[in-house]
């Protein structure tokens, strides 16, 4: 039944984790609460996985650093989701089981699962094991070559490879020096 994910996830990459049924995506609202809305490049919808023990994760928003958290740190079926400040609360660490193409994101504190109310399609809550409306695809988010190209325009010297003699000690000999990564 349940199966453990081993999917791996980094700590230093960003993910989007999109409703398999709607596609949308898992979004941090202005008024913390956790819904799932259309892809929106000005909402808050990218998300970081930092693992914990017990192989759970905290589920960190990238724009307003606040933690995927189970309100009032609610057990029962219906429980809204919002984004919370990091406490040392189980409401706030979720497991990843996989379900064939996708993840299942299960609360530690109840062991019921993230889920998208079926009233409105919209609003994040836990239930019991159920539909596809507990079903997630996590994809990383590639970063932009505009978004480098910016970057490059504000400081290139961020972008530019330092000279090899700005990275390698002075003791070390010339032909070292000079060696690079291919």
């Known amino acids: 039944e349940k199966e453990e994910v081993q999917m791996k996830v980094y700590k230093t990459k960003e993910y989007r984790i999109m409703s398999v049924t709607s596609g949308k995506l898992l979004t941090a609202n202005e008024d913390q609460l956790i819904t799932v809305e259309a892809a929106d490049e000005q909402k808050a919808q990218n998300w970081k996985f930092f693992p914990e023990e017990n192989g759970c994760y905290r589920i960190v928003s990238t724009k307003s650093k606040k933690v995927v958290d ?15 400040e990091t406490v040392s609360a189980n409401s706030q ?6 379900d064939g193409e996708a993840v299942r994101l299960s ?10 109310a079926l009233e409105d399609n919209r609003h994040v809550q836990i239930w019991e094991r ?14 932009k070559k505009e978004d480098l190209a910016a970057l490059k325009k504000k400081d290139p010297s961020s972008i530019k490879k330092p000279e090899p003699t700005a990275i390698k000690p002075a003791s070390q000999t010339p032909s070292k020096k000079r060696s690079r990564k291919k």
């Open 130 to 143: 159920g539909g596809e409306n507990q079903l997630w695809k996590i994809e990383v988010v590639e970063k």
């Open 107 to 116: 609360s530690l504190s109840s062991g019921k699962y993230l889920d998208v």
């Open 70 to 84: 189970i309100i009032a740190g609610g057990t029962v079926n219906g429980a809204w989701v919002h984004q919370w």
């Open 93 to 98: 660490l979720w497991k990843l089981e996989e």
